[in-house]
């Protein structure tokens, strides 16, 4: 009998067991509790071929020696691809429509606050002020994303809709219907210059960490209608340089951000981000990993594997996404 083991750090498992029991009836599913214990026979663990997680612990490895390959639960797999004792296996991550459509309602949520001028009408609430402002039409506004994959794509396919011009950059060239891409580093200026609001969709990889600091925030487009570049963060916190992000922030390089994801999180109550105007945060549910609908994903993935056929959304360990 296939063991398929379930090990998700920050989030309890009974959900996801009772869903990943009922789409692999035939198979033996068994989960670690949250904080890495297991409660049941050491052969069990040992017999693990299939590894569902989310942050595993890196010493789990060396107790599955039969393991044959790593599910993320997550679309992104930094998660695994940063621990130290991962074993050279085909890791697969998540590209399911259910975690899509919820990337697409942030990112479009987010563009048209922005564009509805969301932040200043906040303010004025605040102090109890009417006023009317100038408010630009969607087709003024270039909106860039960084990381056309399948959420960049996805996101723009719903924003070209809303009459924005929409840009993408992405590792390689790539044509996108309705989309100005550019690609590489050699590209990435050009990018920025057309850009008024930037929305970041890139993985966490060696390449791109950091990316989102001085030098990127500066040569976003300064004279669209919105009085200064937004970025909208939903990609990773380690893409963004905090301490530049901040100073970009105050001194109206950046006009405003939204941020759902951080360099350490949850984000320390200390941060001086929490209390921005220009800023809105949102604690890493830009999307989620839903186990009414994963599951079945899952499913999919373990029966091609036993049926001798490849797994899908294969990781590029090379690449580092
Ligand atoms: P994909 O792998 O489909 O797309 C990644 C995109 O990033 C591709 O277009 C890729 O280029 C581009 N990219 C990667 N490296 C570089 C680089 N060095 N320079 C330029 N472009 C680069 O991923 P998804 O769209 O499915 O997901 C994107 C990320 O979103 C995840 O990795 C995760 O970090 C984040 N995420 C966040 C969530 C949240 O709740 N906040 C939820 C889910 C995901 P190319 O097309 O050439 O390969
Ligand atoms: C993911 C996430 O990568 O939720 O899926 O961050």
New binding site residues.
């Given amino acids: 009998m296939t063991t398929v083991l379930l090990s998700l750090a920050d989030w309890n498992p009974s959900r996801w067991l009772a869903s990943l029991r009922e789409v692999l009836p035939e198979e033996k599913v068994i989960a670690l509790e949250p904080d890495g214990r297991f409660s049941g026979e050491a052969d069990e663990l040992e017999a693990t071929e299939y590894l569902v997680a989310w942050k595993p612990r890196p010493e789990l490895f060396a107790r599955l020696p039969r393991l044959k390959a790593i599910l993320s639960v ?5 998660h695994l691809l940063n621990l130290p004792q991962l074993p050279q296996l085909p890791i697969a ?3 399911d429509p259910d ?2 459509a ?2 697409v309602e ?1 990112v479009t949520w987010q563009v048209l606050h922005h564009q509805r001028l969301g932040p200043s009408y906040q303010t004025l609430q605040r102090a109890s002020r009417w006023r009317q402002l100038p408010q630009p039409a969607a087709r003024e506004l270039t909106v860039g994303i ?8 996805a996101s723009a396919d719903i924003l070209i809709r809303l009459g924005f011009r929409l840009t ?7 044509e996108v219907a309705g989309v100005v891409t550019y ?3 050699g590209q ?1 200026t050009a990018f920025l210059r057309e850009t008024d609001i930037l929305v970041c ?5 060696p ?2 960490r950091g ?1 989102l600091g001085h030098r990127v925030f500066s040569e976003l487009r300064r004279e669209g209608p919105l009085g200064g570049p937004v970025l909208i963060n ?3 916190g380690k893409l963004q340089n905090e301490a530049e992000l901040v100073a970009a922030l105050k001194d109206g390089t950046l006009r405003a951000a939204s941020l ?2 951080f360099q350490e999180e949850p984000l320390p109550a200390s941060s001086p981000l929490w209390n921005m105007e220009n800023v809105v945060i949102t604690p ?6 839903d186990p009414a609908t994963l599951p079945r994903l899952i499913a999919r993935q373990v029966k091609r594997m036993e049926a001798g056929e490849p797994l899908q959304f294969v990781v590029d360990r090379a ?3």
Avoid: N, Q
């Fill in positions: 997550g679309a992104g797999v930094d991550r998540i590209v975690l899509t919820r990337m942030y960084m990381g056309l994959g399948v959420l960049g794509i993408g950059w992405s590792r390689r060239a790539k690609h590489g580093d990435l969709l890139l993985p966490d990889t390449k791109t990316i939903a990609g990773r759902d994801v890493h549910v830009a999307s989620i990993s690449a580092g996404y």
